[in-house]
């Protein structure tokens, strides 16, 4: 692949994670000491991109899964 490529995806990546509003320090300090939730999101926003989503249907796609992965964790208990 071409530093192009990573370039690309590297723009995704950020113009993805600012559209969530979640600060970019903030979200890649996390990701280094491995908090769960935002090892989540980088892995879905790199699957996002390999599909060629665009960064808008990837944050819609984003905010889906996370209140279903929410909801279920919440609602298998509630039961």
Request: overall charge positive; aromatic content about 12%.
């Amino acid at each position: 692949m071409t530093s192009h490529g990573y370039t690309t995806k590297n723009q995704f990546l950020v113009k993805t994670i600012q559209d969530l509003h979640i600060p970019l320090d903030q979200f890649m300090y996390n990701l280094v000491h491995c908090s769960h939730y935002e090892v989540i999101i980088y892995i879905w926003i790199h699957k996002l991109y390999d599909k060629q989503k665009t960064s808008e249907e990837a944050v819609q796609l984003i905010y889906k899964a996370r209140n279903l992965f929410l909801l279920g964790k919440c609602g298998a208990g509630a039961e």
